[in-house]
């Protein structure tokens, strides 16, 4: 995802609500998340579906590191030797 420009990328909601479909492209094209403002406060973030996808896939990932980190802490991991013995004998099944 690229980085908000404060210039382009922050919008009131009454600005927005006139160019929908505009902002809807523009989102997409440029890979930029839009702030819509309502009351001078952001109210809401307009992404593009394959930046949300990709968000979503960082996220999960970050959460599969940390609950092996934790698993790890908790002597709950196999060190290199006893994953390849672990390995092995699954696939000679």
Same mark, same amino acid.
């Given at each position: 995802m690229q980085r908000i420009q404060l210039q382009e =990328?922050?919008?009131?909601l009454s600005e927005f609500r006139s160019k929908v479909a505009f902002y809807l492209e523009k989102v997409n094209k440029n890979k930029r998340p839009l702030v819509i403002t309502q009351n001078g406060k952001s109210a809401a973030i307009l992404l593009g579906v394959s930046e949300y996808d990709s968000l979503i896939e960082k996220i999960?990932?970050?959460? =599969?590191v940390k609950l092996?980190?934790?698993?790890?802490?908790?002597?709950l991991g196999l060190n290199h030797s006893g994953f390849k013995k672990k390995?092995?004998?699954?696939?000679e099944k």
């Open positions: =990328d922050i919008q009131p999960e990932i970050l959460e =599969d092996a980190e934790s698993q790890i802490a908790e002597g390995f092995l004998k699954r696939i």
